[in-house]
Nanobody, 118 residues
Framework: QVQLVESGGGLVQAGGSLRLSCLASERIDSVNEMAWYRQAPGKQRELVAGAISGGGAKYADSVKGRFTISRDDAKTAVYLQMNSLKLEDTAVYYC????????????WGQGTQVTVSA
């Protein structure tokens, strides 16, 4: 089974930046979508950003203009650059790799805590 290892979380002041990384335990070719989700205490898990094969990206309205997702297909890795962090960004962040069609899979990272302080 493929394992996704996340890193880069931590405590940061509001207005600061963090960069999250997610590396797969083995290379996977042509991942349809690499994405980041987050779950704050007492709230449902939500999609933060997604990067599809071919270069497209999508973002939650709450993070547009502040977060940037990128992927490295040679390493089967996905990153999330988070700038201008706000208190409401505090959550556990999870990376996700999804394959569709012939090779269908749905892999999740273990989660990394991001805490934004005033």
């Amino acid at each position: 089974q493929v394992q996704l290892v996340e890193s880069g979380g931590g405590l940061v002041q509001a207005g600061g930046s963090l960069r999250l990384s997610c590396l797969a335990s083995e290379r996977i070719d042509s991942v349809n979508e690499m994405a980041w989700y987050r779950q704050a205490p007492g709230k449902q898990r939500e999609l933060v950003a997604g990067a599809i094969s071919g270069g497209g990206a999508k973002y939650a309205d709450s993070v547009k203009g502040r977060f940037t997702i990128s992927r490295d297909d040679a390493k089967t890795a996905v990153y999330l650059q988070m700038n201008s962090l706000k208190l409401e960004d505090t959550a556990v962040y999870y990376c996700n790799l999804k394959g569709l069609g012939f090779r269908e899979y749905d892999y999740w990272g273990q989660g990394t805590q991001v805490t934004v302080s005033a």
